[in-house]
């Protein structure tokens, strides 16, 4: 016969049990308002660039943001130096052959708080054909009302890669291995009517 203690824990337990959990929410990202943007070495300044296409879905989970998670992809044609030479020869099979590899994802598979509004992001960027695990520090810059009455959320985060890393070598000496990522973005929440 159970005694009354293991009676008390396994009520409470059944209660906890039925209670509803808080759901994330799920933002889509407004490229419109958001920015993908790097920079790399040549010769002896660096050279800055973005790309102009790219959706994700970000999930946030503000009681336990260490259920949150990130998809993006993003269209490595629509990469931009504000050269169309330099960005016709980036598109080539010398750097990311675009042909080949018509897109760059990248999807989480831990967050974890480090500091009031302040994250770490790790996933798997796949970019040229090879999957790395990177880890992307990221700001929660918060959420306000836009225009439309919709909610929006802020979001930042820097990260280095060495290019080498994926497959895309040339030119070595003449430009740097490291590439600086920037993220700047806007999402919006997906509202339930």
Request: proline content about 3%; some cysteine.
């Amino acid at each position: 016969m159970l005694n009354q203690s293991i009676i008390r824990k396994l009520s409470a337990l059944a209660f906890v049990l039925c209670l509803p959990l808080a759901a994330a929410d799920t933002y889509t990202i407004d490229a419109v308002h958001s920015e993908v943007g790097f920079r790399i070495r040549h010769l002896v300044s660096k050279t800055p660039g973005r790309f102009t296409r790219f959706q994700g879905v970000i999930k946030v989970d503000d009681q336990h943001l260490a259920q949150s998670s990130v998809e993006v992809t993003i269209e490595t044609a629509s990469i931009n130096t504000d050269n169309e030479a330099r960005d016709k020869h980036l598109r080539s099979p010398d750097f990311f052959d675009v042909a080949k590899y018509p897109t760059l994802t990248f999807k989480s598979v831990a967050v974890k708080e480090v500091g009031k509004g302040r994250i770490q992001v790790s996933g798997d960027l796949t970019m040229h054909g090879v999957t790395k695990r990177i880890t992307i520090p990221v700001g929660i810059l918060g959420t306000m009302k836009g225009a439309q009455n919709e909610t929006r959320g802020g979001f930042e985060g820097a990260v280095t890669l060495n290019r080498n890393e994926f497959g895309i070598t040339k030119y070595p000496g003449m430009l740097g291995d490291d590439v600086e990522v920037t993220l700047n973005i806007e999402a919006v929440k997906n509202e339930t009517k």
